[in-house]
């Protein structure tokens, strides 16, 4: 009987098993021991990706064939030299044994002697299979003599056509597979723990909120103990962020030397190192991010706020090159997000790069905009290349570097009649803008004006993403920008999005040819920069669940009349604050609105703008007069004139003078919103 349970155990494992074609082909020809096969395998890869499971089947194949196996454990014998001889002796003696050693990382101390010492003396076709999280050390591929007796494996996640043959295998229902590999993404561990809970846990959000204990086991089996509650803070910060450099861990935690904590997690198994920085395998990096929200939810709202802000002060100085990774790090931080994720694909795959467009990119735009959109707004293009070709970006195709995709990212600071008359899309975006809120002197307008990608014309994607990133770092970048205005075809596809994004549909939509284009807007001085990535932040942490009010529009649109007019008034009621705590510039771009006080905040930017008057010596008159006038608080205009012993036709010229220069300063201030 017992050896009838056992040929039964291993029929039942061998068709559960799925996958590792590879390491199978090559292990059996080490059984074999055919010409250039190894005679030591080293398998590694981090937990829960198979390792053990792959050991079994190395196992059941060789008792198959009659051999001896012998299966060692680290985690539950302590092995030294005189222990492992004795343990697997069988290898050194009889011809075709198997030695099968699991969780090899906690034998790295014996590495040089097996090399040196106990390899070199295995029995003819004996077979040695080292299974680990860890690569070996460097000297096995420095030594010429392991080149071709040793062959090492790194496992992998199981494609999409294995990780549903596993389901299949352990009888998870057709309608919750989708749902079980979004949550296991191709690892094994987190596939079987899945599948142990399939059924009403697992339905098609459970990515985004999985069940805790599947997320416990898989962490229990994946993520060791760490050496310290910092380490396992540094671990997290890996999970929360896109890429993690030093300079990151330096912002994200109580620390001034961030290199060790760098230099350990560039050791784990499950953490990769690439270009921009080190991140961790997607289903472990989920679990982390998961049950640290679970387990301590101010803490991860805390930090994740840190790591905002130093993202956001990335990307906003980013320039060049830089200017894309930046913004991608910072939109990772949505990737939890109910809205932000349905339009975000947030994949790193490169389907393609962005460059500016050339004179020679040309011909392929008009065919990609034709192709897309039609002739006529293929003829916008061309008008729009002549016009501002400097507003161009394509997206090429990695292997031949030819432009797939392209954006175009306008700037109009006027309505001219012939812009208007050739796309009678930024036609409409004028005359909303008029309508409504006008751009002023000294501002402009901007226009997301074609989306242009044919192979998903619009709609989610890698390439989508860039073009989105390169919108978003319009929004982070522009100065002196009055609106906003994204062009998009498919609007209730895009409303969401753009209601998150604070751009909101304009009425009328514009025709050209058979086609009709939405536009979403938003005006910058109404709703700035700061307020309007404050307004996103709940949704970054806490998705779907978040209903979240617009933000206000707290700031008022002055033109330079008005705003001319309130400054003389702001000044003739200096001292008295409860009539400065009405003016209309409390609620302008001069004042920093997130202060605890912003009447003196306004009162602080007006007196800078007065005193700027000291540098110049042509000026400093000027500044007599207005400080006499106003700080000073004489009884009238006369009086302040007899006290800087003027003419009053002297004063009064030089009291003009000085508020047309501060007043001049004050708008350019409030059109660049410094203050803000």
């Not at 707004?377 to 997206?395: G, K, N």
């Not at 993403?465 to 920008?481: E, P, Y």
Request: net charge negative; glycine share 6%.
């Amino acid at each position: 009987m017992a050896g009838g349970l056992s040929a039964r155990l291993r029929a039942a494992r061998e068709g559960a098993f799925v996958g590792r074609a590879a390491e199978l082909s090559l292990y059996r020809r080490a059984l074999d021991a055919e010409p250039g096969a190894p005679v030591v395998l080293h398998v590694h890869g981090p937990g829960g990706v198979g390792k053990s499971t792959l050991l079994q089947r190395f196992a059941d194949e060789a008792e198959k064939l009659g051999r001896t196996v012998v299966h060692l454990d680290a985690r539950t014998l302590r092995l030294t030299p005189a222990t492992f001889s004795q343990e697997a002796s069988c290898v050194t003696t009889a011809c075709g044994s198997v030695l099968l050693v699991d969780t090899f990382e906690r034998c790295q101390g014996l590495e040089d002697w097996l090399r040196e010492t106990f390899l070199p003396r295995l029995a003819d076709t004996a077979v040695v299979v080292l299974a680990g999280r860890q690569p070996l050390g460097s000297r096995w591929r420095t030594d010429p003599g392991w080149q071709q007796a040793l062959q090492s494996l790194g496992l992998r996640n199981l494609t999409p056509e294995e990780a549903e043959s596993m389901l299949i295998a352990r009888t998870v229902p057709v309608q919750e597979r989708a749902a079980v590999m979004a949550f296991a993404r191709g690892h094994p561990l987190a596939l079987a723990l899945a599948s142990d809970r399939s059924g009403s846990a697992f339905t098609a959000g459970v990515r985004e909120n999985p069940p805790h204990d599947v997320i416990s086991a898989l962490l229990a089996r994946v993520v060791d103990d760490v050496p310290s509650p910092l380490h396992r803070q540094a671990l997290e910060v890996c999970a929360h962020t896109r890429t993690t450099t030093q300079d990151l861990l330096r912002a994200a935690l109580p620390i001034e030397d961030a290199g060790p904590l760098f230099d350990w997690l560039k050791r784990l198994p499950f953490v990769a190192a690439g270009n921009a920085g080190l991140y961790p395998h997607d289903v472990v990096r989920d679990a982390l991010d998961h049950d640290l929200r679970w387990r301590d939810p101010a803490e991860f709202v805390a930090m994740h706020h840190r790591l905002r802000s130093h993202l956001l002060r990335q990307a906003a100085t980013a320039t060049g090159d830089a200017v894309l990774p930046a913004m991608d790090a910072l939109k990772y931080l949505h990737r939890a997000g109910g809205i932000t994720r349905r339009f975000f694909v947030f994949d790193d795959q490169a389907e393609a790069y962005e460059d500016r467009c050339t004179e020679a990119d040309a011909p392929t735009v008009l065919r990609l905009a034709h192709k897309a959109e039609g002739p006529e707004a293929a003829t916008a293009v061309e008008y729009w290349l002549r016009r501002q070709p400097e507003a161009f970006y394509v997206h090429r195709d990695p292997a031949t570097g030819e432009a797939v995709a392209f954006l175009a990212w306008l700037t109009l600071e006027e309505p001219l009649s012939e812009d208007v008359e050739a796309d009678p899309v930024v036609a409409e975006a004028w005359r909303y803008a008029l309508r409504t809120k006008p751009v002023r002197e000294g501002e402009h307008i901007v226009l997301a004006r074609f989306i242009v990608y044919p192979e998903q014309y619009q709609r989610p994607s890698p390439v989508m993403d860039l073009m989105m990133h390169r919108v978003l770092a319009g929004f982070l970048h522009a100065k002196r920008r009055a609106w906003s205005f994204i062009v998009l075809e498919d609007t209730a596809f895009w409303e969401p999005l753009m209601s998150f994004s604070e751009h909101q549909l304009v009425p009328e939509k514009a025709t050209l040819g058979d086609r009709t284009w939405s536009l979403f807007g938003h005006d910058w001085r109404s709703v700035p920069v700061s307020t309007w990535l404050d307004s996103t932040a709940e949704e970054e942490l806490f998705g779907r669940d978040v209903r979240r009010p617009p933000a206000e529009s707290e700031l008022i649109v002055l033109s330079r009349p008005e705003f001319d007019a309130e400054v003389r008034n702001l000044l003739r009621l200096w001292h008295r604050t409860h009539d400065l705590n009405q003016s209309p510039l409390i609620r302008s771009r001069l004042v920093d609105h997130r202060g605890p006080a912003p009447v003196e905040g306004l009162r602080s930017v007006i007196m800078e703008a007065v005193d700027l008057m000291t540098n110049d010596p042509q000026e400093r008159r000027y500044h007599q007069v207005l400080t006499k006038t106003y700080f000073d608080a004489v009884q009238s205009q006369e009086r302040a004139a007899e006290l800087l012993h003027m003419s009053f036709s002297t004063y009064r010229r030089y009291h003009t003078r000085g508020l047309e220069l501060v007043t001049d300063r004050l708008w350019e201030l409030e059109i660049a919103g410094s203050g803000a």
